[in-house]
């Protein structure tokens, strides 16, 4: 009897513990869904190659030409990842014009600061009778695609992110990102002011105050219209 009695507590005890093993269980495999925006939707970074064409027409640069000259080279220099590449066509009627357009481009280009060595000068051959000076340069763009609806939205019985969920907010962060590659990873620190180093340890040598020093221009005063 006492045997019995046993028998049926203990069956008791498995029957009341099959259901809580099995909702752990569940609990396991729907946390284990990965539902991060940024994982579902990572923001590519690949490079892609900036190109202008510029006349040589045997007349040089003309003023819009020097403006989108320089607008390319600010573009170069912010988001750059190599060297400018400036090609003169081979072989053709405007071979002559097209030497003389890429020294303005490499005048521009010196006057910006830029190094010499930056500057890559290349031919190519085209059978265009005349052909443009062209410049290019090497950057970082972003890639992201959505508008992924495989799925009816409606009928999301386990509650789960939808397909295409949080991918038009990675779109947009990708769209206004400055620099891609910030992306990738932080950026390196400038160099730090020599000049301003230089006086602030000639006024240390001397003992003297290193702090800077106002006069009284530079001190705002609160206007006296609203007293």
Known sequence: MSLSLTARRLAAVVLVGLPLAACKSDRVITGSVPTSVEDRYPIGVVPARTKLDLNADGHGLSRPDKAMVE????????????????????GTANE??????????????????????????????????????????????????????????????QNRPYENFGCATQKNLAAIVEDPRDLEGPRTMTPRSGSRRDTVYDKYRKGEDPSTTYNDDEVGQISEVAQ
């Open 71 to 90: 607008e390319f080279i600010l573009g170069w220099r912010r988001r750059g990842t190599g060297g400018l590449e400036v090609m003169a066509p081979i």
């Open 96 to 157: 002559t014009e097209a030497v003389s357009v890429v020294e303005e481009v490499k005048e521009i280009v010196y006057a910006y600061g830029m190094p010499v060595d930056s500057v890559h000068v290349t031919g190519y051959r085209t059978t265009l009778y005349e052909a443009p000076v062209r410049l290019a340069y090497e950057r970082m763009i972003t890639t992201l695609e959505c508008g992924a609806w495989p799925t009816n939205a409606a009928a999301n019985h």
